[in-house]
């Protein structure tokens, strides 16, 4: 094959490929406004990047469409950059905030964990009204980046929602923002 052709097939199997950031079948690449990071949806949960920024996240996964329309489950990923404060004080400020807005609002330990970065976790709940597990991921003690994770329902999280959760956590992966 020469010239044309081979220049053809080239440009044709670049257009095939997804493009950098984008979903693609078990890796999601998020790259912008000095953040990148790589995570990989949970079986049966779809990657959105272009409606993540109306919930405050860089990406978020749910299992179908209706989801964007409420009453149904959210992961919510966000990478902060300068992240001053101990992630434990960052959660505590949160339940502090939680309390001031919500009288009847109820913590409770949530277990998550991510092979090579420190994470704290909670449960926000006020029954009848909504359940939020947020976990904050923290790449290191020196790194100014923190992830903010979310897990958001109406109902308490089944166990596969909160195996989806936990799995979108141990695969969150800090990359440089250099392309």
């Not at 953040?35 to 409606?51: E, I, L, N, Q, S």
């Not at 109820?106 to 359940?131: I, N």
């Not at 790449?139 to 089944?158: I, M, N, Q, V, W």
């Not at 166990?159 to 440089?176: Q, T, W």
């Amino acid at each position: 094959m020469r010239g044309p052709t081979r220049t053809a097939l080239v440009l044709l199997a670049l257009a095939a490929a997804p493009a950098l950031g984008e979903p693609s079948a078990d890796h999601v690449v998020v790259r912008g406004d000095g953040v990148a990071f790589g995570v990989r949806p949970p079986p049966a949960w779809r990657a959105d990047r272009g409606h993540a920024s109306r919930f405050g996240a860089h990406v978020l996964f749910y299992q179908n469409r209706h989801a964007l329309k409420g009453n149904a489950t959210l992961i919510l990923v966000r990478l902060n950059r300068n992240a001053t404060s101990d992630p434990g004080a960052e959660l505590q400020r949160d339940m502090e905030d939680y309390r001031k807005r919500f009288a009847e609002v109820a913590f409770r330990d949530l277990e998550v964990s991510h092979p090579e970065y420190r994470c704290v976790a909670k449960e926000f709940t006020v029954e009848k009204l909504f359940h939020e597990y947020v976990t904050y991921v923290s790449p290191g003690a020196r790194r100014p980046e923190r992830f903010a994770a979310a897990l958001d329902t109406e109902a308490a999280a089944s166990p596969a929602e909160l195996e989806a959760y936990r799995a979108v956590i141990g695969s969150l992966e800090l990359l440089s923002a250099e392309p």
